[in-house]
């Protein structure tokens, strides 16, 4: 694609600034951490940095990609519109092996947003000019815990408010000083964590480098309110919307759900889902280690498992493509502890195409630096189209045991397939407790995990109950408005 060019030294409303604009795809701190190392390697010594760099955060999926092209497209017509110096490379970009190498000889710094982050380059560029891009900054709009969590393997728990980690939808910016020095601890200290949950907590820390590093600063003006608000008017960046919205859902239909279960929750667990959300689903199975005709229940064959459930996740994936049992495009599996809005889901779905091998939940990682492989995190929900499930079965892949991790055993699956595992950070493994609630504001979430500590009845009703959108939950829409 050729390069577009304004004279050069041209001064629009800040600095003299150049910009790029790329897509990426997902990456985990592994990649990051890399990246940095690449740059550095091929350009030492930097001067007179003026360019800005743009990387959109995508993924391999179809939708995606197209979401992150659009994005792509809007931020380079501000680009020309303010006859800022542009350089456009190809569309789509592996964040690992071209970002930095292409741009890490006159870049100031990088950017790093979302699909769905607009943002007002003109305004934006006015704001970095209040920094001094010769020294270390590690820009963002901050989350802090309010308590101790799992997710973030319960790190600051005398005071887990005091660290402070970007909420990647406002956007987040490094400076290349900061990214210099980080190159060093790349070689000398790798990350050293096996499992990737939470990118935005463990990216901050790897940073923060035990205080030796620089916090995250507060940008007030990199905002996650949506772009019609009032309070948006002073944003350099917002949102479109809570949740992707690509026409009518689909039928109730075309889902067909299984809640794994067991014996000995079938009283305490299983009264929650029919309380809840079973109503609804159009196709629902309960798959157990015990026949009980009152719920009902389906014995698999498969003996119970304290954790893992592999064997029994493998037989309802072979159940699911009988045609006998069902003919839908898609398959839910959940926990008896999961709780889930299947109105939303169905909203979700219809961004996706199901002739397409998908895989889609909240993802975590396992080893990724090392070869390692993304996996769908159960107890949030794992969602697979017909066609992954084909795939998934057609393959040698198997289960080691019956009592392996069953969402762990079909991220490695899918990663020998090359299916894959496509992320939605509104499947949500834990409570809502366990998340800060300034980045629960902007989300219209699909799921939440277990009940412990809670009234999973009362949480389902605040969070999850009625259609997405703002008005289906109106106590947390008014906390949201106070925030």
Avoid at 113 to 119: P, Q
Avoid at 398 to 415: E, H, I, K, Q, T
Wanted: proline letters at 7%; aromatic letters at 10%; glycine letters at 4%.
């Amino acid at each position: 694609m050729k390069k577009q060019v304004s004279p050069p030294f041209l001064t629009v409303m800040c600095f003299n600034l150049s910009v790029s604009i790329f897509c990426s795809l997902f990456f985990p701190l592994s990649c990051f951490t890399s990246c940095i190392s690449q740059l550095l390697t091929s350009h030492p010594f930097v001067s007179e940095l003026q360019e800005v760099v743009f990387v959109i955060q995508s993924q391999r999926n179809s939708f995606h990609a197209q979401r992150a092209e659009e994005r792509r497209a809007k931020l380079l017509r501000q680009a020309v519109e303010l006859k800022v110096v542009t350089e456009v490379p190809p569309a789509v970009h592996t964040i690992c092996t071209s970002l930095f190498e292409a741009h890490g000889k006159t870049s100031s710094w990088f950017v790093f947003l979302e699909e769905e982050t607009n943002v007002r380059v003109g305004q934006l560029r006015c704001t970095l000019s209040r920094f001094d891009a010769g020294k270390e900054w590690f820009l963002g709009k901050p989350l802090q815990d309010k308590e101790a969590t799992i997710i973030h393997h319960y790190a600051f728990a005398n005071d887990p408010s005091s660290f402070s980690y970007p909420d990647f939808a406002a956007a987040w910016v490094l400076s290349k000083p900061l990214i210099q020095r980080l190159a060093s601890k790349v070689k000398e200290e790798p990350p050293k964590s096996d499992f990737t949950i939470d990118l935005k907590h463990e990216i901050a820390l790897y940073i923060w480098e035990d205080g030796q590093g620089p916090s995250l600063t507060a940008v007030p003006d990199l905002c996650t309110d949506l772009e019609t608000s009032l309070r948006a008017r002073s944003c350099i960046t917002t949102l479109s919307t809570h949740m992707p919205h690509c026409g009518d859902p689909v039928r109730k239909e075309d889902i067909f759900v299984a809640v794994k279960t067991c014996q000995k929750f079938h009283m305490e667990r299983i009264p929650v889902v029919k309380k809840t959300w079973e109503k609804d689903a159009a196709l629902l199975e309960y798959y157990s280690d015990y026949a009980d005709p009152s719920i009902p229940t389906i014995d698999l064959g498969v003996p119970n498992t304290e954790r893992g459930h592999c064997g029994k996740t493998f037989a309802i994936l072979k159940r699911f493509a009988r045609d006998v049992v069902t003919q839908a495009d898609w398959l839910l599996i959940v926990d008896d502890d999961t709780l889930i809005s299947l109105p939303r889901l169905r909203t979700l779905l219809r961004c996706y195409n199901p002739r397409e091998p998908v895989a889609l939940g909240e993802r975590y990682g396992y080893g990724l630096g090392q070869g390692g492989y993304s996996y769908i995190t159960g107890g949030g929900g794992m969602v697979f189209s017909r066609m992954a499930v084909s795939k998934l079965l057609a393959s040698s892949c198997r289960c080691y045991s019956d009592n392996a991790p069953d969402d762990m055993v079909l991220g490695m699956c899918l990663n020998a397939l090359g299916i894959p595992v496509t992320h939605s950070p509104l499947f949500h493994q834990a409570r809502p407790s366990d998340y800060p609630k300034d980045l629960l504001v902007h989300q219209t979430p699909v799921s939440f995990h277990k009940h412990w500590n809670i009234d999973p009845v009362k949480v389902y009703y605040e969070w999850l109950a009625g259609n997405a959108g703002p008005t289906s939950h109106p106590s947390n829409w008014e906390w949201r408005a106070e925030l």
